[in-house]
Every structure is written in structure tokens, then in C-alpha cells.
């Protein structure tokens, strides 16, 4: 007897999923197909994300040949190009050494890239303080102190990348300046960070050395 219930129970289960499925067939199929296609399409994305960081790759390091062979005009243009249609990965380091290449042959110019790229806020902080700092030291010799502190001075901060370089060039700029005490006060941050560079840290102290003693009181 109980045989023939289970048997019951089973045409019963079959019959129900009869229906379920005459009902939700059009939907699982389309589920199914929708899963395969998103799968498919998210691989594909993967594939042409790697072709183009691949392509990118073998770009830049072409680039960087003619730069080691002093084509510096044709590096430029060639760092430029790829800037512009890199992905985001080579996109900043591209645009920087364009930079760098222009730099030999006009430090103005050179700036101005830096600063757009300074700009940049998809550009990550860090690479926003290395372009700051570069374009700052093309400046150096031509542009004020209240300039330079206005660019760098962001950058300064106790835990910025590149703080030791930008209080650097502001103690060089305001020593320029003859403005003894902006400068003492820049020499005495680098001097009291323990992690200032020991070769940055030695051309601080030669710095301090050429300024005029503290005036008693």
C-alpha cells in the first residue's frame, strides 16, 4: 500500500513540475541565456582590457627607447600619442614623460604640461604631488617665491610623497629670494623628519651653513 501512495506522491510531483516548467520555461531559458551572455561578454571585456594594456605596454617601452637613444622630440610625441588613448593604468605615467622629454628643450612648456596634469583630479594624489614638484623645479629659477609656495606648499605636509623634495625647492626659492627666515624655517623641517633622504638631508645642511646666524635678542 504504501507503494502505490509513493507512486501517487511521484505522478503528483511530476505533474506539478509539468505545469512549473510549461509556465516558467520561456523565463529559466532566458535567465539561462542571460547569464551566458553576461559570462561571455564580462570574458571578452577581460580579453580586450588585456590586448590594450598589452599593446600600451609595448608602446611605451618604444617610447622610452627613442628617449634612451636622445630622440627626445620624437619620445615626446610618441609618450603624447599614447597619452591619449592608453588605458588609465599608462595613461598618467605617459603624460609625465612627456613632460620630462620636453623638459631639455623648453622648461616652460614643460611646466605647463606638468600643471595640467596637476589639475587633473582623476589623476591620483600622489602623481598630482610628482607632477606639482616637477614643474616647481623647472620654475625655480624664474618664477617668485610667493609662487612657488603657493604651488608646493600642499605638498609639504608631514606623510606627502614628495614632501622632502617640495620643501627643497621652497628653501632653494626663498634663499633666492634672500628671505632668510622662510628659508631657515624650510631647512629646519627637513633637518627635524627622520625620514628625510640622507643625500636631500646633506645638501640642507650646506644650505643652512650659507645663511647668516640667528640675531640674538
Sequence with gaps: MSELFDEVDEDVRRDQLKKLWDRYSIYIVAGALLIIAAVGGWRGYEYLEAKKAAEAGAAFGQAVELSEQNKHAEAQAAFTELAAKAPSGYRTMAQLRAAAEAASR???????????????????????????????????????????LARLEPATVPGATFRHSARELLALSAWRANDTAAARQWLDLIANDGETPSTLRSRAEALQALLPPVAKS
Design 106 to 148: 623648453d622648461p616652460q612648456a614643460a611646466a605647463k604640461m606638468y600643471d595640467d596634469i596637476a589639475a587633473d583630479r582623476s589623476v591620483s594624489a600622489r602623481e598630482r604631488d610628482l607632477a606639482k614638484v616637477r614643474a616647481a623645479g623647472l620654475l625655480l629659477e624664474t618664477t617668485s617665491y610667493p609662487d612657488m
